[in-house]
């Protein structure tokens, strides 16, 4: 059958935005063969066209084996560039391929590169190659911006209609946009999935923030990937939330490093909108061309890569997650996070990432309408699972969103519970440090976790396989602080980690980590210090710097409270240009009370600042005693000794207090309750993640 060569060239090349290229159909054939046959034209143009997309094809991981050679996907895009070196999508291709720093020699040009140079080399070639606009911007660091000469696009090509909806061929009614995607994938004849609007989920090279270049970066937070796909970098969320909050992050952009390119188009550093600062016309043949020197910041790059591509779902996807919670406008649309995740699901309904990134955006109970389809967020990801059943960010997220007894069923109708999920994301990206962080808080003390690999951990060596992945992270520290018990050592790295040892590696890391701080805290005796970051600290100074940091923490304000001079006031200093804040105790732990009314430890600790005859009134304008306060948390911890202590102390000789549950007492029956109760408490050897109050007594 004689095939038409044009054509195929032409169904290739509109498949540049498409990932992964494995479920398109081209011109009523696999990709592959339609790239192989076209590979093999005399005509170097469409032969360069024909090896791009063999790079394409096989991606980061795989090979194309060509006359007894495996060839990898740089040096099919080399094989390309040696036919055509004035090819775009080459370049453009080449510059996902490499690190940021990375300097790359093309011989067709006899010159280097380096991955961001390599895009604008595309851009020089091809102003409308949406593909370098996309992940030029994922080169940028945060409040950078790029001068660029850009060709001006006609006012109909800036409109954007709100209405717009996929159209699948095949038997897809009833089903979800994914699976009416894979059955229009499937159907026969020669429009194929690219003019069904289809694209294949993302695929990764695999870094790490969601998938990092295979670590590419946690971040924010412990263990953030960033995807870097196949054709263009995709930004997506955090595995799941740090171990400390477990609810998944909200979706990040995180971009590439990348030195400053050495061409006309030069990077400066310093966040700025978009603004025109020359307009130049140029002719070529009968054609007019305006182009207008802008300089641009991701945001602004996301944007002329839709402008040039409405259809590109990675771009949408990308500037989704660069919003957080702002907005954008395009053409007469002004669209949010959602919608643009949105927008990416309708341009193709097999974006993994897309799915993923909507589902950060749904409060529990809250749905959404896609294409048609109401989704929640753990129907979004489990369509995220249908569309990349390898996608370890997924099955993170989706366990976040299970209570721990809970399970849930994923689209094959198998029964996954959090532990489950969180096994199941191992399995897919085993070099994920914060991976093992999640395995390590889904265990009790004692308990052991069989790996695929055979090795049966518990919680403190899932840490350590944790660290050992990511040496720089503060979570798998503070967790193994927490594990520990006082008297309990760990080897790990060349030193003996106790459990105040392993509080200050996690602040090593991270000098912001407020549990870190507050633990620390309690692990010392009150006039104790510690050397933190080459500083010497008080406990006072842990407790100040804890406040400072989360002034909305119960734990923070009741733990400075009963370290500060009860007569006096504690000057604050939450930013450095602005004026100290003054508090005194007897306000923050009336703030405690406010912030976590069924913790019991405010309470008694602001009746022991009142004094014996003290009265107070709180936030919610009642009028206690100090009597009534210590009443208070006992009726909230019943096995709370410090407080039958305390109000013991309130009680004359042969006076009587009734309990809350009926018991009526006299001071030497609460001294009695409060020696029962003392041994019990261990507060000692805490052992958990939640900081724990300290307690005072009169």
């Known amino acids: 059958m004689a095939v038409d060569v044009g054509k195929l060239r032409g169904e290739l090349l509109r498949s540049y935005t498409f990932t992964p290229v494995s479920d398109l159909n081209i011109c009523g054939m696999p990709f ?53 070196n004035q090819f775009s999508l080459a370049y453009s291709s080449l510059g996902s391929c490499v690190e940021p720093r990375q300097v790359l020699f093309i011989s067709p040009v006899s010159r280097t590169f380096t991955q961001r140079q390599l895009f604008l080399t595309a851009l020089d070639l091809d102003p409308n190659n949406a593909v370098a606009y996309n992940n030029l911007a994922l080169s940028l660091q945060p409040g950078e911006t790029l001068e660029l000469t850009i060709p001006n696009i006609a006012p109909d090509q800036h409109a954007f209609s709100s209405e717009t909806q996929v159209s699948c061929a095949g038997d897809g009614a009833g089903a979800s946009p994914a699976t009416a995607a894979a059955a229009a994938s499937a159907s026969a004849g020669a429009r194929g999935s690219v003019g069904a609007g289809v694209s294949g989920g993302d ?55 990348g030195a400053a390119a050495t061409s006309s188009n030069s990077a400066t550093t310093g966040r700025t909108t978009s603004s025109t600062t020359s307009t130049a016309t140029s002719t070529k043949g009968n054609t007019t061309t305006t182009s ?4 641009l910041d991701a945001e602004g790059l996301f944007i002329e890569a839709i402008l040039r591509n409405r259809e590109y779902s990675n771009a949408y996807c990308n500037l989704g997650a660069r919003l957080r919670g702002g907005t954008v406008t395009l053409g007469r649309d002004t669209l949010d996070e959602r919608e643009l995740y949105i927008r990416a699901i309708l341009a193709n309904p097999r974006n993994a990432i897309a799915y993923n990134n909507l589902a950060q955006c749904l409060q529990p109970g809250e749905t959404v309408l896609v294409a048609g389809f109401e989704y929640t967020d753990r129907s979004l990801l489990i369509e995220a699972l249908r569309c990349n059943p390898s996608y370890a960010d997924a099955f993170s997220n989706l366990a976040y969103k299970l209570e721990p007894d809970e399970v849930c069923a994923l689209a094959d109708g198998v029964d996954f519970s959090r532990l489950d999920l969180f096994l199941a994301a191992q399995r897919c990206n085993p070099a994920s440090a914060n991976i093992y962080v999640c395995l390590a808080e889904q265990l009790n003390a004692g308990e052991r976790l069989l790996l695929d690999d055979g090795r049966k951990l518990d ?57 870190a701080l507050l633990h620390l805290a309690w692990c010392l005796p009150d006039h104790a210090s ?64 406010d912030l976590a009314p069924a913790s019991a430890e405010p309470y008694n600790n602001l009746g022991v600042y009142l004094g014996p005859n003290g009265m107070v009134t709180l936030g919610d304008r009642s009028t206690r005693s100090s009597q009534q306060l210590f009443l208070q948390a006992i009726e909230l911890n019943p096995r709370y000794s410090d407080a039958y202590l305390n109000l013991a102390h309130c009680l004359t000789e042969k006076e009587h207090v009734t309990l809350h549950d009926g018991r009526a007492m006299d001071s030497s029956a609460l001294r009695a309750e409060a020696d029962k109760h003392r041994h019990t408490a261990a507060a000692w050897d805490y052992v958990g993640i939640d900081p724990p109050y300290d307690s005072r007594r009169l």
């Open 32 to 84: 592959q063969q339609a790239a192989e046959i076209l590979a093999l034209n005399a005509d170097p143009a469409c032969a360069a066209v024909g090896w791009w997309a063999l790079g394409r094809f096989v991606g980061a991981s795989g090979k194309f084996r060509h006359k007894g050679q495996l060839l990898t996907n740089i040096q099919l895009y080399f094989k390309a560039l040696e036919l055509d």
């Open 203 to 257: 695929e990764s090279h695999e870094p790490g923030s969601a998938s990092k270049k295979k670590k590419k970066k946690n971040k924010k937070k412990n263990g953030p990937a960033k995807e870097e796909l196949e054709e263009d970098d995709l930004v997506e969320p955090t595995a799941g939330a740090s171990p400390i909050t477990p609810a998944p992050a909200t979706p990040t952009a995180q971009p590439n490093g």
């Open 292 to 295: 207008t020197t802008r300089r």
């Open 459 to 515: 919680r403190c060596e899932l840490l350590a396989e944790a660290i050992a992945r990511n040496p720089d992270a503060s979570d798998p520290y503070f967790l193994l602080g927490c594990f520990l018990h006082f008297n309990e050592t760990m080897p790990l790295r060349g030193q003996t980690l106790t459990k105040t040892t392993a509080f200050v590696e996690a602040l090593r890391h991270d000098p912001h980590h407020v549990l």
């Open 530 to 593: 510690v050397t933190v970051n080459h500083v010497c600290k008080t406990v006072l100074d842990l407790c100040v710097t804890a406040y400072s940091l989360s002034p909305d923490s119960p734990q923070a304000c009741n733990n400075l409270a009963v370290r500060i001079d009860p007569q006096a006031e504690c000057a604050i200093e939450t930013d450095p240009e602005a004026d100290p804040v003054f508090v005194d105790a007897i306000s923050l732990l009336s703030r405690a009370i």
